[in-house]
């Protein structure tokens, strides 16, 4: 069994807020590169399945957890550049995954008799984002300032911004884009009921086991 780890936003891709969507969700309007990438990489992944090689796509959304060494420290230090801002207030609900209960996914799609499908996995929890950012930066004895910015101007800063990287031909990406203001700015919920149906998959660390283990 050959599986592959697609983060996959649907936030980032559609530009509007998703609740519960499941597998049978198909998206027309990709609206970032990271997405399109994504979602292509699936459909190539999937295509390759085979009775002799046989194929799982598990679609996690934000992986955290002690140790994180990408998401938590650029979120640090977007903090202590004062660059912290919650879009609309953080009201929104969202996913996440603990990195244990991902590893605990692989595991059991390593073993599974599935193939050629694709899973979305959670933590089985929705969270409201401000409240997990504040507590996942709090653990690292860092205190998020209480500062907002409206959904729309985060996305005409990020259309400014998009244009002068395009313009002058910057390298990388701006740091904000409109990409990555419908990840933090809009509800995301996907339900994974078909990966615990399927392959017995279970939530193995909670949300709060998952903050007590880094406050540790």
């Not at 697609?6 to 990709?30: C, H, K, R, Y």
């Not at 990438?37 to 957890?65: C, D």
């Not at 903090?79 to 609309?88: A, E, N, S, T």
């Not at 259309?159 to 990406?173: A, D, N, P, Q, Y």
Request: proline fraction near 4%; aromatic fraction near 10%; hydrophobic fraction near 40%.
């Amino acid at each position: 069994m050959v599986f592959d780890r697609l983060d996959f936003n649907v936030s980032g891709i559609l530009g509007q807020p998703i609740e519960n969507a499941d597998e049978t969700f198909v998206s027309d309007n990709i609206i970032d590169g990271y997405s399109r990438t994504k979602l292509q990489a699936e459909k190539m992944v999937l295509a390759a399945n085979s009775n002799n090689f046989q194929i799982l796509t598990l679609r996690p959304p934000l992986i955290w957890g002690k140790g994180d060494p990408n998401a938590l420290p650029a979120m640090i230090d977007a903090v202590k550049k004062g660059r912290m801002q919650f879009i609309d207030g953080g009201k929104h609900r969202f996913v996440t995954c603990h990195v244990i209960n991902v590893c605990h996914a692989l595991i059991l799609a390593d073993q599974s008799e599935q193939s050629g499908k694709a899973y979305f996995l959670t933590d089985g929890e929705t969270p409201v984002f401000k409240d997990f950012i504040k507590k996942y930066i709090g653990t690292q004895g860092v205190t998020v300032p209480d500062k907002h910015v409206s959904l729309k101007m985060a996305k005409t800063v990020a259309s400014i911004m998009e244009f002068v990287w395009k313009t002058l031909r910057l390298k990388g990406h701006p740091p904000l884009y409109k990409g990555l203001v419908n990840t933090l700015g809009l509800e995301f919920i996907t339900i994974d009921k078909k990966a615990r149906r399927e392959f017995s998959y279970k939530t193995f660390v909670t949300i709060e086991e998952g903050l007590k283990q880094m406050r540790k």
